[in-house]
């Protein structure tokens, strides 16, 4: 056989020998298995399996079914263990569902527990199959997803689109793209006195964590804590909202266990629990290996407390009251459609919403303006019912009273309400759960409306002429989750946020730090402790063993010379070789000399040098 090598220019390059087709055979082979198998690793698609889940008849186009309520309450003096489910924008019911109680919980701990002894044999591969089945799933059925949310919680289908289709999706890629990085066994420096010793850390699976979640986005802060979890090698309790009882039951279970069973394991590695206070407690003080909280500072307060009975850590996010500073010099125009969905997406009900713009004096008046006029403008009722929606209705029961007094606690202090203040009664739904897309300005930091959490579409507005004082402002609140900075001066900008206190900063944009999933979320003072998501949150659920073994075992081993050996017969020698040791480790090279001679002294000579004892 001839070859097409050119060998003739450069003649002394290759030795013919090397241009023989089996070395160049074994060649190809060795640089396709350097090259090409990582990059083939990266780009080659993880195997899914489908699966079907029913969609549940009350989320289904034009339902009408379900008697509208009266008087809409999630909870019946008369039937306290019953959870009683209706769409909050409509006042429809749709199911009523019994409250788990302990029994069910212990119950449902030792279910995942067995299921769990089995799942951390899972490879990793394992479990990417796993998210990846979901996540197509989820691509498949975003519509369905939405509508379930929607039902639940009075939310419009973008909102859903957003908080729960979006950010979940990321979650998944995110963890199958980089999770195992973040879990694989991490080396450490094990410094000059351990030089012979390799040390690691690596990271276990907890066991069975719990995760207690807001209903807010009922999909998306259900399935969060889930994908992490699975992915570290846990099993997991959730425990919804009651406010979301009726989601996460008929659908959000479903989907989670039966994608577990297509995929050839066992369903009963996530739990759902719903129920109310007693349920959650049951939950907290079950023996569950970790807790993740979403809620509020109250009641991440008392899980806190229970919790620490068994001394079950926990990661605990409780709220905020994010600000937008706006600096002097942005676009007004590009600035305002941000501001608006900062604040009004999900109905204002969102942990990272914007609840404070502070604007600088120079551009206030014209924002305040363009801002007044969208607002008037939003489309407010059922966002099954009624097309082209803009804001939902709120999820709770009964928050219209609280939040006009303190709008109006607000107005007798000095504050200008704009537009809004007032709940609103839908003339086509009276029983739904609206509150008017609100307007606020003129706030001062001392007013109840900027140091509490509204959670509702209010947005509420303050002035500042100097950075500094924009930032006190910034900083005059017990929260501090998100916050976000808008300055097309960068230096500025980045002056406001390296000075606000606050668990994540977006400059020129809302909630950018959430759409990067490689990054923690979590706050600082009352918005809790504790990180989700990124390789932090995958690793708040694990626990962090320390390793560590002998780096050339036949070689080179711990040995402890005669003299530190117990019995001991001579203690001032024993005290001179150990001095010795710290300096030779830690000491200036002339003092490691001295104390290497030393020591070969005492060891060698039985030495004279004696320690005052
Ligand atoms: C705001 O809080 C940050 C972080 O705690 C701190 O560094 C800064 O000095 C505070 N600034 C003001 C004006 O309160």
């Known amino acids: 056989m001839t070859l097409a090598w050119p060998v003739d220019w450069c003649p002394s390059a290759i030795h013919p020998a090397l241009a023989h087709p089996a070395v160049l055979a074994i060649l190809g082979v060795t640089s396709a298995v350097v090259v090409i198998r990582p990059i083939w690793n990266r780009i080659r698609p993880i195997p899914s399996v489908p699966f079907q889940v029913p969609l549940p008849e009350e989320a289904k186009p034009g339902w009408k079914g379900g008697a509208i309520l009266p008087n809409p309450s999630i909870r019946d003096p008369a039937h306290p263990d019953q959870i009683i489910c209706y769409d909050p924008s409509t006042g429809r019911h749709l199911a009523t569902i019994r409250a788990h109680t302990k029994d069910d919980v212990h119950a449902a701990l030792k279910r995942a527990r067995q299921a769990q002894a089995k799942w951390a044999k899972t490879t990793f591969e394992q479990r990417k199959i796993v998210l990846q089945s979901l996540l197509d799933f989820i691509l498949e059925n975003q519509g369905s997803i939405c509508r379930v949310a929607s039902r639940d919680t009075g939310k419009t289908m973008i909102d859903g689109k957003f ?46 964590v719990a995760a207690l979640v807001s209903w807010n986005y009922p999909f998306h802060n259900t399935f969060g804590p889930l994908i992490t979890a699975l992915f570290a090698g846990n099993g997991i309790l959730i425990k919804a909202s009651e406010q979301a009882a009726w989601s996460t039951t008929t659908y959000f279970a479903k989907i989670a266990q ?24 049951a939950v907290v003080t079950s023996g569950v290996d970790g807790i993740t909280f979403i809620g509020s500072p109250q009641v991440g307060v008392t899980i806190a407390t229970t919790a620490a009975a068994n001394l079950t850590p926990c990661v605990l996010e409780l709220g905020g009251k994010d600000v937008a500073v706006v600096n002097k010099d942005v676009d007004l125009n590009a600035v305002a459609p941000v501001l608006m969905r900062g604040v009004f997406q999900n109905c204002g009900q969102n942990c990272i919403g914007i609840e404070r713009i502070i604007v600088h004096e120079d551009v206030h008046d014209r924002l305040v303006e363009m ?4 607002i008037k403008q939003l489309k407010q009722g059922p966002p099954l019912e009624i097309e082209n929606i803009d804001c939902g209705s709120l999820t709770m029961a009964g928050r219209t009273k609280g ?11 000095g504050a200008k309400l704009v537009h809004g203040g007032k709940g609103f009664v839908h003339p086509q739904f009276p029983q739904g759960q609206f509150f008017t897309p609100t307007l606020l300005t003129q706030l001062k930091s001392h007013m109840t409306i900027a140091q509490e959490e509204s959670f509702a579409p209010i947005m509420a507005i303050f002035k500042f002429s100097t950075l500094d004082e924009a930032i006190s402002i910034a900083n005059s609140t017990r929260y501090a989750l998100g916050s976000n900075v808008f300055s ?45 998501a990124g390789p932090e949150g995958l690793r708040a659920v694990c626990h962090q063993k320390s390793v560590t073994r002998d ?63």
């Open 371 to 374: 801002l007044s006029d969208r």
């Open 403 to 413: 939040l006009e007094d303190m709008v109006q606690e607000a107005v007798r202090q």
């Open 258 to 281: 039966t994608c577990l069973a297509a995929c050839g394991h066992d369903p009963e590695l996530v739990q759902f629990l719903v129920g109310f206070q007693e349920c959650g407690e």
């Open 163 to 208: 908080g729960e289709i979006l950010v979940t999706c990321e979650r998944i890629r995110w963890t199958l793209a980089h999770g195992e990085d973040a879990l694989k066994d991490e080396c450490r420096d094990p410094g000059l006195l351990m030089f012979y010793k390799e040390a690691k850390v690596e990271y276990r699976p907890m066991g069975v």
């Open 488 to 532: 097309r001066n960068q230096k500025e900008g980045l002056y406001i946020m390296n000075n606000l206190r606050a668990g994540m900063s977006n400059l020129n944009d809302f909630g950018a730090s959430y759409l990067c999933q490689s990054l923690p979320f979590g706050g600082v003072g009352m918005s809790g402790y504790g990180r989700f």
């Open 551 to 613: 780096r050339w075992p036949s070689l080179i081993q711990t040995f402890l010379p005669p003299v530190l050996q117990y019995p001991m017969n001579n203690v001032g020698d024993a005290i001179v070789v150990t001095r010795d040791l710290v300096n030779i480790v830690y000491n200036g090279w002339f003092n490691r000399v001295k104390a290497v001679v030393e020591i070969v002294k005492v060891i060698a000579l039985g030495g004279n040098e004696r320690e005052q004892l």
